[in-house]
């Protein structure tokens, strides 16, 4: 099984610069994680550049060993009931030194072992943020929780401004076993439920604040149909999702799952147009670099020119 070769239309900003240097430095004195670095985002020289990043509480391992991803895989440790105040400093820091900062996205490490405490993390560091910066917009994106309603509860009862989780693939290829280029087989999401991820997406639009838009992600690539990727817009659109990401998966090492196909630009807008047009997602952000939390801020204000047209 060889390597496909990246096409040139996927092409990613180098890391560098005085932001992105100050950045580093800043999560690092702070004992914080970015999902930027842990799952080596292609986007973490753009992103960072602009003094944006996507913090990533409840530690650096994760209890899943989803195959597509490349945060490391483990028994979590102790949760830390300090790191909402951390972030928050984080965040004071980053409005210090860059006052454009609008929107910060929180997300996490899967911790099946202690889902309502990490859900009671996530709740205390929006908390902790508004504290310190109550004009900032939160997007949080959260774990499935095993399908607990009442962990979910604990994050949506800080009041997030937008409330994200990622469906990730189609039904059918959660469990699939594919081989990759080291022998192993893996599957993109063998310890999450299909349906968890609903739920948690419709019971957040049901109990959230009125205001709170909630979101969700697609990666293709990893061997989904087209017809498949349609069907599971339309899931989204029936829980109501505002606002859903279709990236392209980039296999992070030999060790997971491999690139079936590189998308073309053009496949991405025509999914974009054909799920807005005639699924009635009002906001789809769909390309071969787009990531959940890419361009998060410039998402919410797109959504809100689509509404007025």
């Known amino acids: 099984m060889r390597n496909r070769a990246k096409p040139s239309?996927?092409?990613?900003?180098?890391?560098?610069?005085?932001?992105?240097?100050?950045?580093?430095?800043?999560?690092?004195?702070?004992?914080?994680?970015?999902?930027?670095?842990?799952?080596?985002?292609?986007n973490i020289g753009e992103c960072w550049g602009a003094g944006t990043l996507t913090f990533m509480i409840l530690g650096d391992t994760c209890t899943r060993s989803c195959g597509f991803c490349h945060v490391k895989t483990g028994r979590g440790g102790e949760i830390d009931w300090e790191e909402p105040d951390r972030v928050a400093e984080a965040v004071n820091k980053l409005t210090e030194n860059n006052a454009q900062i609008k929107h910060i996205v929180i997300t996490s490490v899967n911790r099946d072992d202690q889902?309502?405490?990490?859900?009671?993390?996530f709740g205390e560091t929006i908390r902790k943020i508004r504290q310190g910066n109550p004009a900032i917009k939160i997007e949080v994106l959260i774990p499935d929780f095993k399908g607990e309603t009442g962990a979910l509860e604990e994050v949506l009862d800080a009041g997030p401004d937008v409330l994200n989780h990622n469906i990730e693939t189609v039904p059918r290829l959660y469990r699939l076993q594919q081989l990759t280029q080291s022998g192993k087989k893996r599957s993109v999401r063998p310890q999450a439920n299909y349906d968890w991820s609903l739920k948690v997406l419709s019971e957040s639009k049901q109990y959230g604040n009125s205001d709170m838009l909630t979101k969700s992600g697609i990666m293709v690539g990893l061997g989904e149909e087209t017809d498949e990727v349609l069907e599971t817009l339309k899931d989204l659109k029936d829980v109501g999702c505002d606002i859903v990401t279709i990236g392209q998966y980039l296999q992070p090492t030999v060790d997971h799952l491999p690139v079936s196909k590189f998308y073309h630009p053009l496949e991405f807008e025509?999914?974009?147009?054909?799920?807005?047009?005639?699924?009635?997602?009002?906001?789809?952000?769909?390309?071969?670099?787009?990531?959940?939390?890419?361009n998060a801020e410039k998402q919410v204000m797109k959504l809100g020119e689509n509404s007025l047209t």
């Open 9 to 42: 239309w996927i092409k990613a900003k180098l890391p560098g610069g005085k932001n992105y240097t100050h950045l580093r430095g800043l999560t690092k004195s702070l004992h914080l994680n970015t999902v930027c670095e842990e799952a080596r985002c292609p």
């Open 115 to 121: 889902n309502y405490e990490s859900a009671s993390i």
């Open 270 to 294: 025509s999914l974009k147009s054909y799920g807005e047009k005639f699924i009635g997602i009002p906001h789809i952000e769909a390309g071969p670099l787009v990531r959940s939390s890419y």
